[in-house]
């Protein structure tokens, strides 16, 4: 009751007498004794030659004409839940017609379709060929108002799945066949079945539908339905008898499709413990063992290097050219890795990282991405299907097949691209050997830890020996040893046999261990390509930036000047505009060129979008006018309550926005104000507004307590130009 209001009760148990009353008033009536006379009883009557014949017909059709929907309402809840085309709408309210459509106009439809004289009927006649009642007629009724039953409840089932394990298997290397046979409808099973026992329960009810099109004729036609209907104006007593019998075959389909729970018991797939859940749980293996599941980072278990899978010639590394032109979703980005090069791609979220890869794999709908273009070595792969382009990719999830084991999930590659069943499991243990999980082979895939099945998704990605590795965020919904784990994983295999790999992460240690070159996308696009060293030592993006854990402000030079030491000071608060201050004297304003190198070795900055100034240190050419990003790291800013005096300096308002734990320091997040903005002198009161730049200090807790720092308070952060270091964008 929690949560329901008790009025609630009264109209559910209405609801319920409602359907109970009846069937018991109609139960209570049942004779089981003879009668005075010796005839009638319950069981003479439901055993008499008509009642059987009739029995038998209606178990017999029934069973027929869900075997029928079943073949047909498959394909059908498939079309309708895994594609789009004009008109699926109409479509689907067709099919589901005989739904709401009164039985008997559904007979009479029949009959004007498959009668002598229907539409496909006159045909059949000539072929001598008669279906109009005939039990074939029945098992056509029973068909057409049971079908939208199965075709709605599978529909519903494949809507609720998630689609990216079919993904996973086309890029594994599955025909779509097979695809659909061992994956999606083991998947959906439970919802197949229950719609077939509607679907039968419906047919064997069928009556309106029957006795129009197919009459009522004993042992071929006259179903139960029927034969209680004709029963009950001449013996009412056998009717009631007949429909006690009903009554017990719709609870014994009501309590198979819903299981013990019709019984009062709990759900089945929640009471009964999976097979080795027990197990695993003692040994701490399972999420909801909590922190044990660090349990298999220990050093012990840390990834055998065994020998990788022996490559196959033509799964050498091979370069990747994408050209990722989707407008729909704002990607436009062009990329080129080197043979065994690894990318790590960073963004903020919905900058198009996922997109990036679904364009390389093949992913995307058809006519999403028209424009795009993908090769890998020297084979354009962009018509190809995506279990054709020798890539695998690895998602969030591990989405393992649940109906499959361990070792039937890794060996589902290999058994997808022909090779024997034997030498498949082979491959498989070896691969999983390689990740460290060779003592997992035998376990269901639902009994595992969290790293444990991303171990296993990646042995299922790794024993196809792919040209192209495609991570989307592998490490991204474990905790933080269990992802130090299967990175080190995910380390040795690309050790062992490097392998060209798209690798989108937001944690820096990913790009550390794992990456060459870091591409960052900002709104659909490439604001930063380079190595990793230079990226997270000179970032020129504020994604980048934030990563390196670096302060970094992003505009247009605004001058160049030629000081000696650098000093500071600047910053006003309109462009053009000298900051005061001694230090201005010592600054030489010119337009210094490329080549004049000595020349750039000051600059001053207007970041964009603000009236924010910033005065660094140059280490490249730069001129007036050209993009440039400042970047200081936190440790180097200084803050004040009271407006800076003395030399000049970076000096911003900035109102604290947070205060985090920095290691051992606190890190004090602060938004700029336009109030004096870079120039304590100045005191102007703009007001930068939400896109202002966002910086951080480190300071001690001491420091922070006794500067009182809290969100809220405006206090002044303060950087030496000498600590600012401008780069070219
Ligand atoms: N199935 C979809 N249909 C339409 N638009 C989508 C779909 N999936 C993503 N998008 C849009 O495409 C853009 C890029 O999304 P994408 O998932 O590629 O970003 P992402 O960088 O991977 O983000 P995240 O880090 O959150 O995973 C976003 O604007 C998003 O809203």
């Known amino acids: 009751m929690r949560g329901l209001p008790r009025w609630v009760l009264v109209p559910a148990l209405l609801g319920a007498l409602f359907v109970v009353v009846p069937v018991v008033a109609m139960v209570a009536r049942v004779e089981l004794a003879p009668g005075p006379d010796g005839t009638g009883g319950f069981w003479a009557l439901v055993t008499s030659p008509a009642a059987l014949d009739a029995l038998g017909l209606s178990l017999r059709t029934a ?131 229950s719609g077939a026992v509607l679907a039968f329960a419906r047919a064997l009810g069928e009556f309106g539908a029957t006795i129009t099109f197919a009459g009522a004729l004993q042992g071929v036609t006259q179903t139960l339905p029927l034969e209680i209907y004709l029963q009950r104006s001449a013996d009412p007593d056998a009717a009631v008898a007949l429909s006690f019998v009903l009554v017990v075959v719709a609870v014994l389909i009501t309590a198979a499709v819903h299981g013990p729970r019709v019984l009062g018991g709990p759900d089945a797939r929640t009471a009964r413990p999976r097979r080795g859940a027990r197990g695993a749980r003692a040994a701490g293996t399972l999420p909801d063992a909590g922190p044990v599941v660090r349990e298999d980072v220990s050093p012990a278990s840390a990834p055998a290097p065994a020998a990788a899978p022996a490559p196959r010639d033509d799964a050498a590394p091979a370069a990747l050219a994408v050209r990722a032109l989707v407008p729909e979703r704002g990607l436009d980005v062009d990329l080129t890795l080197a043979p065994g090069e690894v990318v790590a791609v960073l963004g903020a979220n919905g900058a198009g990282k996922s997109t990036l890869v679904q364009v390389v794999a093949g992913l995307l709908p058809p006519g999403d991405a028209h424009d795009a273009r993908v090769a890998v070595g020297d084979d354009d792969v962009t018509r190809v299907a995506p279990r054709r382009r020798r890539l695998a990719w690895l998602s969030q999830r591990p989405l393992l097949f649940e109906n499959l084991s361990v070792e039937d999930n890794v060996a589902f590659g290999p058994r997808a691209r022909g090779v024997p069943r034997a030498r498949a499991r082979r491959e498989a243990r070896a691969a999983l050997g390689h990740v460290g999980a060779a003592d997992l082979a035998t376990r269901r895939s639902t009994d595992l830890s969290g790293g444990q099945a991303q171990r296993v ?133 010119t337009e210094a060129g490329p080549d004049e190198e000595a020349a750039a070795r000051e600059a001053t900055l207007a970041v964009d979008g603000t009236q924010v100034r910033v005065r660094g240190t140059a280490d490249e050419p730069l001129a007036a006018g050209d993009g440039a990003v400042a970047v200081f790291e936190p440790r180097t800013v200084a803050v004040h309550r009271a407006t800076p005096e003395g030399s000049p300096r970076n000096a911003y308002r900035v109102v604290v926005t947070s205060v985090e734990p920095h290691g051992p320091l606190l890190r004090v997040w602060g938004r700029v104000t336009g109030e004096g903005t870079g120039d304590p002198a100045a005191g102007a009161t703009t007001v930068v507004g939400h896109d202002a730049p966002h910086l951080a200090a480190d300071l001690t807790p001491r420091a922070v307590a006794e500067l009182r720092l809290v969100p809220g308070e405006r206090v002044w952060f303060v950087v030496k130009a000498a600590e600012v270091r401008v780069h070219p964008r």
């Not at 047909?72 to 099919?95: E, K, S």
């Not at 009479?108 to 072929?127: C, M, N, P, S, Y």
């Not at 792919?466 to 933080?480: G, T």
């Not at 160049?560 to 000093?567: C, D, G, L, Q, W």
């Open 63 to 193: 069973l027929v004409a869900t075997l029928c929907c079943v073949l047909l309402g498959t394909p059908m809840a498939l079309v309708l839940a895994r594609t789009t085309f004009p008109g699926q709408r109409v479509a689907r309210a067709l099919v589901l017609l005989p739904l709401v459509l009164p039985p008997v106009v559904g007979g009479i439809a029949l009959l004007h379709t498959f009668g002598r004289r229907g539409l496909i009927g006159q045909h059949l006649e000539v072929l001598g060929i008669e279906i109009a009642f005939t039990t074939t007629a029945v098992v056509l009724a029973q068909t057409f108002v049971a079908l939208p039953f199965l075709v709605l409840s599978l529909e519903g089932a494949l809507r609720t799945q998630d689609t990216r394990l079919e993904d996973v298997a086309a890029t594994l290397g599955a025909r779509p066949t097979t695809v659909l046979r061992r994956v999606t409808l083991p998947r959906v099973l439970p919802g197949l079945l």
């Open 457 to 589: 998704a990646i042995a299922r990605a790794l024993v196809t020996d792919p040209r192209v590795l495609l991570l989307d965020e592998p490490l991204a919904s474990l905790d933080v040893g269990v992802a130090q784990h299967v990175r080190s994983v995910l380390h040795h295999a690309q050790r062992d046999r490097p392998r060209t790999t798209l690798l989108v992460t937001h944690d820096l240690l990913d790009v550390l261990l794992l990456a060459d070159r870091v591409v960052v996308l900002e709104d659909g696009r490439v604001v930063e390509d380079g190595p990793v060293d230079r990226v997270l030592t000179r970032p020129r993006s504020r994604f980048a930036a934030r990563l390196a854990g670096v302060n970094l402000l992003a505009g247009s030079v605004v001058h160049v000047a030629v000081p000696e030491p650098v000093t500071v000071g600047s910053l006003g608060t309109g462009p053009g505009r000298q900051g005061s201050g001694g230090a201005d004297a010592a600054l030489v304003p």
